[in-house]
């Protein structure tokens, strides 16, 4: 006959179903997770943005016309949208550009060397991502708004 189990046996994991409203605004979600998701959105928004950046591209270059009508929309407005409203979004996607841009290198540099592939590393980088990527959108809006 076996003997009875030992009553000192570990206590089994219990998982619960979590409820959004309560639990997740307490969720603390790390900077690389934050960075992580930001790549996933940027992406997202260069997809939807595809048909004005091919309109940005061919007005641009196609003739002197077209080029001053392109400047038009950013400077008048187009479509009964402002200016300010085109470069918003040309903002966006800017930000969206130099994001993904810089997140994938991140991403790609993780996933190649087994040294980056480390908890200090990837907050660093993360960090270095947000901070690199909201820098340069900044200089650029300036430059996209006339301050410079």
């Not at 091919?54 to 080029?67: A, G, L, Q, Y």
């Not at 592939?117 to 901070?131: D, M, R, V």
Request: proline share 4%.
């Amino acid at each position: 006959m076996s003997e009875p189990m030992q009553a000192t046996s570990k206590k089994r994991p219990e998982f619960r179903n979590i409820n959004a409203f309560r639990d997740l605004p307490s969720y603390r979600l790390p900077v690389a997770g934050i960075v992580s998701i930001l790549h996933r959105v940027s992406g997202a928004i260069m997809f939807l943005l595809m048909p004005f950046i091919i309109w940005m591209f061919d007005t641009s270059v196609s003739s002197e016309v077209s080029f001053m009508r392109f400047k038009g929309a950013f400077e008048v407005g187009m479509l009964g949208l402002p200016g300010v409203i085109w470069k918003l979004v040309a903002l966006a996607l800017i930000w969206a550009s130099l994001h993904h841009i810089l997140a994938g290198l991140r991403h790609l540099r993780m996933d190649t060397s087994h040294s980056a592939a480390t908890k200090e590393f990837g907050k660093s980088s993360a960090i270095f991502t947000l901070i690199v990527s909201i820098g340069l959108t900044v200089i650029l809006g300036a430059k996209l708004f006339g301050l410079y």
